[in-house]
């Protein structure tokens, strides 16, 4: 059997596909299912990708200095008035 490449293959098929090829009956075949597969896949895998970086996201806001500084001027400030009044 002579040597031959997918390229010459193909060409000597297409004309038998194309006596059978009903114009009004065309579908995607196994390429565009593959093609599918391929760009659903990569879909989960970047929403997979996207939930693991989102759940090491810390969504707790750490305190503003002057805030703490206040509020701790006002615990200590109760504290003094607490123990004022129990004495």
Do not use: C, Y
């Not at 002579?2 to 060409?11: E, F, I, K, N, V």
């Not at 615990?75 to 009044?85: D, H, I, T």
């Amino acid at each position: 059997m002579p040597d031959m490449s997918a390229h010459l293959a193909l060409t000597q098929l297409v004309p038998f596909a194309a006596e059978e090829l009903d114009k009004n009956k065309v579908t995607p075949g196994v390429l565009g299912f593959v093609v599918f597969a391929v760009l659903a896949l990569a879909v989960w895998a970047l929403m997979k990708s996207m939930n693991r970086h989102m759940n090491r996201i810390s969504f707790e806001q750490p305190e503003d200095p002057a805030e703490a500084g206040a509020a701790a001027g006002e615990k200590a400030g109760q504290k003094a008035g607490k123990a004022s009044a129990a004495s």
